[in-house]
Nanobody, 129 residues
Framework: QVQLVESGGGSVQAGGSLTLSCAAS????????MAWFRQAPGKEREGVAA???????SYLDSVKGRFTIFKDNAKNIVYLQMNTLTPDDTANYYC???????????????????????WGKGTQVTVSS
């Protein structure tokens, strides 16, 4: 059983940056796709960014150009670099791993990587105006 632990959340002002981490207890990111999700109170969960084992990426339209997903293979960590944050980015962010890549990877994250085996509990991001 792979454990996922997110970290890096916090409170920032609009325009600021945060880098989230999703650390896995064993190597899963090199064999399956993973994704970052977020959910704000009263809102639907949405896929923010996804990363395939071959390095393909997918981003939610509203975060393209601001967020970057990348991994450190040696540490079994996937990061989500978030720049130019806005209050609309406020949510609990969590990662899913061991997903099935269904592609094509020009589509939105929730469409290209799904059926996750593992989930983290999340880290809160709060952006104030």
């Amino acid at each position: 059983q792979v454990q996922l632990v997110e970290s890096g959340g916090g409170s920032v002002q609009a325009g600021g940056s945060l880098t989230l981490s999703c650390a896995a207890s064993s190597d899963t990111f090199n064999s399956a796709c993973m994704a970052w999700f977020r959910q704000a109170p009263g809102k639907e969960r949405e896929g923010v960014a996804a990363l395939d084992s071959d390095g393909s990426t997918s981003y939610l339209d509203s975060v393209k150009g601001r967020f970057t997903i990348f991994k450190d293979n040696a540490k079994n960590i996937v990061y989500l670099q978030m720049n130019t944050l806005t209050p609309d980015d406020t949510a609990n962010y969590y990662c899913g791993a061991g997903g099935v890549s269904v592609g094509p990877w020009y589509k939105q994250p929730a469409q290209v990587c799904r059926d996750f085996d593992y989930w983290g509990k999340g880290t809160q991001v709060t952006v104030s105006s």
